[in-house]
């Protein structure tokens, strides 16, 4: 099964720039992450829910696909 809150996205730290690799879940979560780099805190808000909402939305699809594709006989292979 594919779970969009393992995808992996690149946030830029405010402070040194670099970017730093986080999950979508770690968003949802509101998890406070460390810069790589200069070990900076960056809050992850998802104050107005977006993330949320739209990572459910792309969830539901995939999820609705990946049944279709199995019931041919099929797998989902997701790169």
């Known amino acids: 099964m594919v779970n969009?809150?393992?995808?992996k996205v690149l946030l830029r730290c405010p402070k040194c720039g670099?970017?730093?690799e986080?999950?979508?879940g770690q968003i949802k979560r509101g998890e406070v992450i460390q810069c790589i780099v200069c070990a900076t805190k960056i809050n992850l808000k998802d104050?107005?829910?977006?993330?949320?909402?739209?990572?459910?939305?792309v969830q539901d699809v995939i999820n609705s696909l990946e049944k279709t594709v199995n019931r041919?006989?099929?797998?989902?292979q997701l790169e």
């Open 4 to 7: 969009v809150d393992s995808w």
């Open 72 to 76: 041919i006989g099929g797998s989902l």
């Open 18 to 20: 670099i970017e730093n």
């Open 22 to 24: 986080i999950a979508l």
């Open 47 to 57: 104050e107005d829910g977006i993330v949320a909402k739209e990572t459910k939305q």
